[in-house]
T-cell receptor, first 114, second 116 residues
């Protein structure tokens, strides 16, 4: 069975500071990993994805994530937070059985302090 | 290229009623999945349709059903609504919903269902 665990339901950083959102996964097969962002009253937007190949993945809006198999982690980072980054972030996993069945983490709400 | 379109955006229904939600996928996408999002349970997979057939199903009661039409548009139906069905229902489309073919799902803005 696949699952993801997001550490911290709420993270608050100052504008310009480093953003680090943590995600650990569990999967019996090589996983496909994703980070999605959700703004209030909106759907989910894909930030980045890891499938195979390079373990450092760059996404939109300056975000990136590193797949670390030894730590079963896929943490999301951004060097300098912007006020517009305030949103809910979801780590997710899918696998060989079906790319359409995505298992989501519980989400991390990111707040940005001026 | 138009995105995933869900209608309506907001719905208010009474307990015991039934409701139908609609999802139009991105042109050319054949897989449509449905998710329920609530504050307590988070995002949960409901089911997936591909070529008018339900291919995958989550752990929801039989009151939740769906179908897909030949043009890939999908509808989701919930019968005998309960207060706990209040949620944001999200639809996602992908090319074929299979690893190796496509690994990205595009989400609609969702339908906010309130059961009173």
């Amino acid at each position: 069975a696949q699952s993801v665990t997001q550490l911290g339901s709420h993270v608050s950083v100052s504008e310009g500071a480093l953003v680090l959102l943590r995600c650990n996964y569990s999967s019996s097969v090589p996983p496909y990993l994703f980070w999605y962002v959700q703004y209030p009253n909106q759907g989910l937007q894909l930030l980045l994805k890891y499938t195979t190949g390079a373990t450092l993945v760059k996404g939109i809006n300056g975000f990136e994530a590193e797949f670390k198999k030894s730590e079963t982690s896929f943490h999301l980072t951004k060097p300098s937070a912007h006020m517009s980054d305030a949103a809910e972030y979801f780590c997710a996993v899918s696998g060989y059985s079906s790319a359409s069945k995505i298992i989501f983490g519980s989400g991390t709400r990111l707040s940005i302090r001026p | 290229k138009a995105g995933v379109t869900q209608t309506p955006r907001y719905l208010i229904k009474t307990r015991g009623q039934q409701v139908t939600l609609s999802c139009s996928p991105i042109s050319g996408h054949r897989s449509v999945s449905w998710y329920q999002q609530t504050p307590g349970q988070g995002l949960q997979f409901l089911f997936e349709y591909f070529s008018e057939t339900q291919r995958n199903k989550g752990n929801f009661p039989g009151r939740f059903s769906g179908r897909q039409f030949s043009n890939s548009r999908s509808e989701m139906n919930v019968s005998t609504l309960e207060l706990g069905d209040s949620a944001l229902y999200l639809c996602a489309s992908s090319l074929e919903g299979r690893t190796g073919v496509d690994t990205e799902a595009f989400f609609g803005q969702g339908t906010r269902l309130t059961v009173v």
